[in-house]
């Protein structure tokens, strides 16, 4: 709101946004909710598959899943209200920058807290599945990452207001227009609230949903930090064998 | 923009994640 329109005004448009990128995110959101409760977790020797696979092989597999995934994220961004308008320069910088968060967040909704599995490569998967890639530590945050997004229980809605508004981040280096930015990452943040309390979501809601953007950080630092680390002692897997849009957002 | 080619494609495209 810019202060002017009446509170009917703001809820009207609080609506309409929440509407718009609730949309955006269920058309680009790459699995749905109901195909995945179909799905089962891997058997123990296919476990054991993915555990005796060259640490090389199981990063490029897992780099590859990771690319497909952002490429869904880059679709959404697209679809949010604003983002086009925004220049060239910042729609990179906010997608170098937040893509694998919002990859992260969306993460809740293909994980399974009962079992803490998370669905990868056709199957529910737990942490023991990634044990060749040799980072133990991040596979390790992430799913606790991933646990305590799950114990919030959000609603699509909630997920795609969130994911926005990390995507909408006014604080990444780089920026030209840091203030259009910051305009639209608050318009977001306002819907956000709108619906958690529309919602009828606990007060501390909106406040525990900020603490997470310093965890999603921290985990994005760990993994380019675990990327270099792999690099320096594969660089030519890296090199020929990676997505190229992988190298670009991660290893430029 | 040659430093981000692919990012820089997929954001000038019209595709929809059905054809990625």
């Not at chain 1, 399974?112 to 529910?124: E, S």
């Not at chain 1, 943040?189 to 949903?209: I, M, P, T, W």
């Not at chain 1, 603490?211 to 020929?240: G, I, M, N």
């Amino acid at each position: 709101s810019n202060g002017d329109a009446s509170p009917t005004a703001t809820t009207a448009a609080h609506d309409h946004l929440a509407q718009i990128i609730s949309k955006s995110h269920l058309e680009t959101c790459q699995y749905l909710r109901e195909e995945l409760q179909e799905m089962s977790c891997f058997l123990q020797e296919e476990v054991e598959k993915f555990q005796n696979k060259p640490q090389e092989a199981m990063w490029q597999l897992c780099a590859v899943k990771i690319t497909d995934a952002i490429q869904y994220v880059v679709e959404f961004a697209k679809r949010i209200d604003g983002f086009m308008n925004l220049c060239q320069n910042d729609q990179i910088v906010l997608l170098k920058a937040g893509s694998l968060e919002v990859i992260l967040v969306r993460m809740c909704r293909v994980f399974d807290p009962q079992n803490n599995t998370v669905y990868f490569d056709g199957k529910f998967a737990g942490p023991d599945v990634f044990k060749s890639l040799g980072c133990d530590d991040l596979i390790a945050s992430v799913f606790d990452f991933a646990k305590s997004m799950c114990s919030l229980h959000l609603e699509e809605e909630e997920i795609a207001l969130f994911s926005a508004s990390v995507l909408l981040s006014a604080d990444r280096s780089w920026l030209r227009d840091k203030l259009q930015v910051e305009r639209l990452q608050q318009k977001t943040e306002s819907a956000l609230q709108h619906v958690l309390q529309k919602n009828h979501r606990d007060d501390g809601l909106f406040e525990k949903l900020r603490t997470k953007v310093s965890a999603l950080r921290s985990l994005c630092a760990l993994h380019s930090q675990k990327l270099s680390a792999f690099r320096a002692v594969y660089p030519d897997t890296v090199r020929t064998l990676f997505p190229p849009l992988y190298k670009e957002l991660f290893a430029a | 923009k040659e430093k981000h080619k692919i990012l820089h494609q997929l954001l000038q495209n019209s595709t929809s994640p059905g054809d990625l």
